[in-house]
């Protein structure tokens, strides 16, 4: 499986995450960068496919990440 078949770059920024924009306060004007609402700033979007994976293994990765803790605690 690859993974662009889990994520798309987000189309709304062009996969960077944010979106430029000028506001003019005055006469001066200012260069905005912000995030995306589209993905939340990341640059792409979980593909159905990319969702149904993430549901599948998200209990599987809590999982290690409390088993590390726990190693880490002994
Ligand atoms: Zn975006």
Redesign the pocket.
């Known amino acids: 499986m690859l993974i662009s078949e889990l994520k798309n770059p ?1 189309t ?2 062009d996969g960077s ?1 944010y979106i430029a924009g000028l506001d003019e306060l005055g006469t001066i004007q200012i260069n905005l960068r912000q995030s ?1 609402h ?2 939340s700033g990341r ?1 792409y979007n979980l593909t159905e496919l990319g969702q149904d994976m993430w549901k599948l293994y998200k209990p599987m990765v809590k999982d290690l990440i409390s088993m590390e803790m726990q190693k880490k605690s002994e």
């Open positions: 987000c709304e920024c995450g995306c589209v993905c640059g």
